[in-house]
C-alpha cells in the first residue's frame, strides 16, 4: 500500500521524491475527481508550513472548486480576479510572497500571508490551476516553483 514517508534529504530530493510518489500514487488510475484528491492530500501532508492546498478547476466564465485540504474556501472565482483567477487567465504561475499587497486578492482564509498557483494545461487547454496557501509571508520560493510544476506536469498525465 502507498504510504507518506517523511523527508530528510534536500529540498530538490524530498520533492524528487514526492513526484516519485505521485506517479506511484496514481498508477492504472483514470479518475480525474480522485486523482486530484489524492495528489492534494499528498502535497498537504508533504509541504509544511501551509493551510490550504487544493485545485480548482476551469469552467466556461472562470474557476469552480474542486478536491483540496483545509478550511472551506471560495466555490467561485472569475479569470482575471485574485491569484488563482490571474494566474488562469494568463496561465502562468503566481509566486505571492504577500497577498495583502496582490491586488485584487481574494481573501477566502483571512490566516492566508503567502500563495503559490500553477496553471494546469492538458494539450494547451485550461484544466484548472493547483492553490496552495501559508500563514507565512515569502513561504514560498523558486524551489517550490519549479517542483510544483514537474508535480502538475506528471499530475496532468493522470487527467
Not at 496552495?132 to 514560498?140: A, C, G, Q, Y
Request: charged residues 20%.
Amino acid at each position: 500500500m502507498f504510504q507518506v514517508k517523511k523527508y530528510s534529504g534536500s529540498r530538490e530530493k524530498d520533492y524528487d521524491l514526492l513526484i516519485k510518489q505521485l506517479k506511484a500514487l496514481l498508477d492504472g488510475e483514470t479518475n480525474a475527481i480522485a486523482n486530484l484528491s489524492n495528489a492534494s492530500a499528498l502535497l498537504n501532508q508533504f509541504l509544511t508550513e501551509v493551510n490550504w492546498v487544493g485545485f480548482y478547476l476551469a469552467e466556461e466564465n472562470g474557476l469552480v472548486l474542486g478536491p483540496f485540504q483545509g478550511l472551506p474556501a471560495c466555490v467561485r472565482i472569475p479569470y482575471g480576479k485574485g491569484v488563482c483567477g490571474t494566474a488562469a487567465q494568463n496561465r502562468q504561475i503566481e509566486l505571492v510572497a504577500d497577498v495583502h499587497q496582490f491586488p485584487g486578492h481574494i481573501a477566502c482564509d483571512a490566516a492566508s500571508q503567502s500563495e503559490i498557483v500553477v496553471p494546469i494545461l492538458k494539450d494547451g487547454e485550461l484544466v484548472g490551476v493547483l492553490d496552495i496557501d501559508s500563514p507565512i509571508k515569502s513561504r514560498f520560493d523558486e524551489v517550490d516553483q519549479q517542483y510544483l510544476e514537474k508535480f502538475v506536469a506528471e499530475l496532468v498525465n493522470h487527467l
